[in-house]
């Protein structure tokens, strides 16, 4: 999962802030219960009003995030 989510970080970087939570910390704790996070790995894109409009649970995957961020109409340019 931690290579699927630094490649998304990578290609977006400086567009889209890509924050990595430690669901064992007592804020990441806080933020899992908010967000419905039951298993680990989760992703999860959020829109600007704070709602999940993707969650992938277990094997992650990049296309969907890339496709989510689209549909948000939030201006990305990958960078390979």
Excluded: C, W, Y
């Excluded at 430690?22 to 996070?37: E, H, K, L, N, P």
């Amino acid at each position: 999962a931690k290579p699927i989510v630094n490649g998304i970080e990578k290609k977006l970087a400086g567009q889209v802030p890509v924050i990595h939570i430690d669901v064992m910390s007592r804020t990441g704790s806080q933020i899992a219960s908010r967000f419905g996070v039951r298993g680990v790995p989760t992703l999860l894109v959020v829109n600007g009003e704070g709602q999940s409009v993707l969650r992938q649970v277990g094997r992650l995957r990049q296309e969907p995030v890339l496709s989510a961020l689209t549909d948000l109409r939030v201006p990305i340019s990958i960078v390979e």
